[in-house]
C-alpha cells in the first residue's frame, strides 16, 4: 500500500507537470500568434518615429540652413528667357551626401544606447488597468545610403515649384525579450526649391546615370 501511495503522488505530480508543459506552451503559441504581431507593429512605429526624427534632426542641422537651390541646380535659358536645361551639382551632391551619412551613422549609434518603451496597454487596448511597459532596443544595422531626389509641381499659370529632396535609407534592429526583428526606414526631407516661370524642358536634369533619382510626378 506504502509503494502504491508514492506511485499515486509521483503519477500526480508527473500529470501536473506535463499539463504546466501543456499551459506553458499553450501561452507562448497564444503570444506568438495573436500578441507578438501586435507588439512589433507598435513597436515598428515607434521605432520608426524615433529613426526618423534623428534623420530629420541631423539633415536640419548639417545643411538645411547652408544649402541654396543655386547651389545644387544649374539653370540654363535660351536668348528669349526659356529655360533650356537644369543641370545637377553633382560634385557637391556626393559630398553632401557622404557627409550626411557619416553624421546619420553617428546619430543612430547614440539612439543604440536608448531604451523606447512600448506600454501593454496599447497592445492589449487596455485602459482600466496600467500594464507594465516592453523595453526595445534599436541597434543600427549596415550603412547609411542616402540618395537625391527630384519633384516638379505646378504652382499657377506657367509656373512649377521644382523640389529636391534628400532619401535616407537605413536598416534598425529592433531587439525585444527573447526575440529581434529588422526594419527598413525610408524618408524624404526636402532641402530647397524655387519657382520656374516658363516651360520646363522634357531632359530637365543633365546627370551620369548613377546621378539623383528623378521622381517627377
Do not use: C
Not at 6 to 13: A, G, S, W, Y
Not at 140 to 150: E, N, R, S, Y
Not at 155 to 180: A, C, E
Amino acid at each position: 500500500m506504502k509503494h502504491y501511495s508514492v506511485f499515486l503522488r509521483r503519477r500526480k505530480f508527473l500529470l501536473w507537470i506535463i499539463a504546466l508543459l501543456m499551459f506553458i506552451l499553450y501561452i507562448y503559441k497564444y503570444i506568438d500568434k495573436n500578441v507578438r504581431p501586435s507588439i512589433i507593429a507598435i513597436s515598428e512605429v515607434r521605432a520608426k518615429q524615433v529613426t526618423i526624427q534623428a534623420i530629420n534632426d541631423t539633415i536640419k542641422n548639417k545643411i538645411k540652413n547652408d544649402i541654396e537651390y543655386t547651389d545644387l541646380i544649374n539653370v540654363k535659358y535660351d536668348n528669349e528667357g526659356k529655360v533650356t536645361l537644369m543641370q545637377a551639382n553633382t560634385i557637391l551632391m556626393n559630398i553632401i551626401a557622404a557627409d550626411v551619412a557619416l553624421d546619420i551613422q553617428e546619430e543612430l549609434k547614440e539612439i543604440s544606447d536608448s531604451v523606447i518603451k512600448v506600454p501593454l496597454n496599447n497592445v492589449f487596448n487596455i485602459q482600466i488597468v496600467k500594464l507594465p511597459s516592453i523595453r526595445i532596443r534599436i541597434i543600427p544595422q549596415g550603412a547609411v545610403a542616402v540618395d537625391f531626389a527630384t519633384e516638379f509641381e505646378s504652382t499657377g499659370i506657367n509656373q512649377t515649384r521644382h523640389r529636391i529632396y534628400i532619401i535616407v535609407n537605413t536598416d534598425i534592429k529592433m531587439i525585444f525579450p527573447l526575440v529581434s526583428e529588422n526594419i527598413r526606414v525610408t524618408t524624404n526631407i526636402p532641402i530647397a526649391e524655387t519657382i520656374i516661370v516658363g516651360e520646363v524642358p522634357d531632359q530637365f536634369v543633365e546627370v551620369p546615370e548613377e546621378g539623383i533619382l528623378d521622381v517627377t510626378q
